[in-house]
């Protein structure tokens, strides 16, 4: 069966250290997105692409950047970790070519920045 | 700026009882609109989507939602809760037909025995 899987599930990191959270759908979807989710403000979309080698800021990309190699994988980087990036870590993917399709999310990743 | 409202954080409700969590959504033209809701510490899961047509969307898990333009709402309902709903609901709306989606907030619904 086609999915979209996320690792590592659980990361504990330092200030200041580069981390990268890794994302892999097996769907073939041509869109791929990263939300962070906090309490009190549901989850938030971080970058987003629409196919190989596009990549675009949402709403809350300042200190995290992403690259689109493949079809497959999205990996979402933090460039020199802060605190206030301790978050936990959705990607989603969905059909380009579906309009009526929905998004389909990984499990998450759990990140703890100290 | 476009965004979504739940306006309730939390909710409690008995075994049994009916249900609606409330969602509102500030654009202009008509979203595409989306309920999902995450089991804790999972991932979220498509309950229903409203693209167009029926106004009255039926979901899984005995779920439905009624889009109301004038309103600029879409509220979740049950007719009867079930204790494995307890779980956090998210609204979620696509504003400009870009596949990105704004999120509200969140309604954590407890169910009690």
């Known amino acids: 069966d086609a999915e979209i899987t996320q690792s590592p599930r659980h990361k504990i990191t330092e200030t200041g250290r580069q981390v990268t959270l890794a994302c892999h759908q097996t769907w073939n979807h041509n869109n791929m997105f990263w939300y962070r989710q906090d309490l009190g403000h549901g989850l938030r979309l971080i970058h987003y692409?629409?196919?190989?080698?596009?990549?675009n800021k949402g709403e809350v990309s300042d200190g995290y950047s992403v690259s689109r190699s493949n079809t497959e994988d999205l990996p979402l980087t933090l460039e020199s970790a802060a605190s206030s990036q301790t978050s936990v870590y959705f990607c989603?993917?969905?059909?380009?070519?579906?309009?009526?399709?929905?998004?389909?999310f990984g499990p998450g990743t759990r990140l703890t920045v100290l | 700026a476009q965004s979504v409202t739940q306006p309730d954080i939390h909710i409690t409700v008995s075994e049994g009882a009916s249900l609606e969590l409330r969602c509102n959504y500030s654009y202009g033209a008509t979203p595409y609109l989306f309920w999902y809701v995450q089991s804790p510490g999972q991932g979220l899961q498509l309950l229903l989507k409203y693209f167009s047509g029926d106004t009255l969307v039926q979901g899984i898990k005995g779920f439905e939602a009624e889009f109301k333009r004038s309103q600029s709402s879409f509220n979740l309902r049950k007719p009867s809760v079930h204790w494995s709903d307890a779980a956090e609901y998210f609204c979620?709306?696509?504003?400009?037909?870009?596949?990105?989606?704004?999120f509200g907030s969140g309604t954590r619904l407890l169910v009690r025995p």
């Open positions: 989603a993917s969905s059909d380009l070519f579906k309009r009526t399709d929905t998004q389909y």
């Open positions: 979620a709306v696509d504003m400009d037909s870009s596949y990105k989606l704004i």
């Open positions: 692409s629409y196919g190989v080698q596009d990549t």
